[in-house]
């Protein structure tokens, strides 16, 4: 089918694309990955020239975020489905005075002056350090679809979350960095039997540990999207 069209095929072409929520490459990277083995194409505002602004975060809780993202982007940018995504984290066993609880980029900034990949995975390294070695942790994944149909603003949302027995932070990290994500040379994933470290983790096993469950919720919003 040409790109140039008229009506419900070019309606149709257009369901097919959403646009990702995110500047971080490691986020688009993941969304990308995910939709594609959906049947949808994701699209970064990098992708498609656009400078939207960003929005505020007043809430707390990762899917509340992932849906105040997903609307203000959506009312910015009505062509396309907008998708957004937004972590938490909780790490078991540490005093309250520890625990950066939804506000790792503060948490950081506060120890380390600044935050960015290399003082995360140091501070968080010294965290583990802290008490013994390794920490058990859960990551929560709040998402966001919303869309407008005609006037009508939509928006659907779920929650995904790691098993805090397949994940835990340790003090020694992996020489293998991730760019945006300064939790992967120190985290440790359970896969197929073994304990590995996330930065380490090949394409098939990233996909076991992670992004099926991710994919999964994803398919619920999608379902909801084009009913």
Known sequence: MALVCL?????????????????????VATFKKILSKLGYEGLSMADLGLNLQEPAETKTAAEAIAIEKATEYAKQYRDLPVLARDDTMNIIGIAEEDDPKDHAKEFVAQRAGEYNDQNGEIVFAELARKYGGELPMVFNWGYALAWYRGDELKVVSTLVMTN???????????????????????????????WKYDSELTDEENWSAYQSAQADGIAKLLRDYES
């Open 7 to 27: 009506g419900v095929a070019c309606y149709n072409y257009l369901m097919k694309q959403i646009l990702l929520a995110t500047t971080n490459p490691g986020k």
């Open 164 to 194: 805090p027995d397949h994940l835990k932070l340790v003090a020694v990290p992996s020489p293998k960095k991730v760019p945006g994500f300064c939790f992967a040379p120190i985290l440790k994933v359970f896969v197929d039997g073994q």
